[in-house]
């Protein structure tokens, strides 16, 4: 059973960084490719970055240019590095597999495992 985590987190100001990982337990990572979700209050969860097995990405317009992701396949971990943070980022960050379309469109990859707790970002202004 796969089992997500990811880690981060917290309160940072207008314009800082955060790096979020996320690991993926139970499985043989490298060969999935994988996807950042984020889902604020009173919204719906939002595919915000991909990376696929062989190291293509792509993002959502709202975070690129400002977010990067990136994958360690020796430690089954999936990385979301965010600059100059915005009040809108603030959000539940959550890992899952993901995929491009042959268009560079991001979608969620179907059936997802079961997910993970998430990791809370907050951004003040």
């Known amino acids: 059973q796969v089992q997500l985590v990811e880690s981060g987190g917290g309160l940072v100001q207008a314009g800082g960084p955060l790096r979020l990982p996320c690991a993926a337990l139970?499985?043989?990572?490298?060969?999935?490719?994988m996807g950042w979700y984020r889902q604020a209050p009173v919204k719906q969860r939002e595919l915000v970055a991909v990376?696929?097995?062989?190291?293509?990405?792509n993002y959502e317009d709202a975070v690129k240019g400002r977010f990067t992701i990136s994958r360690d396949n020796a430690k089954n971990t999936v990385y979301l590095q965010m600059n100059s943070l915005k009040r809108e980022d603030t959000a539940v960050y959550c890992c899952?597999?993901?995929?491009?379309?042959?268009?560079?469109?991001?979608?969620?990859?179907?059936?997802?495992?079961?997910w993970g707790q998430g990791t809370q970002v907050t951004v003040s202004s």
């Open positions: 990376i696929t097995s062989e190291g293509s990405t």
């Open positions: 899952n597999k993901g995929s491009l379309t042959s268009q560079g469109r991001l979608v969620p990859m179907l059936p997802s495992w079961s």
């Open positions: 139970g499985i043989t990572f490298i060969f999935n490719d």
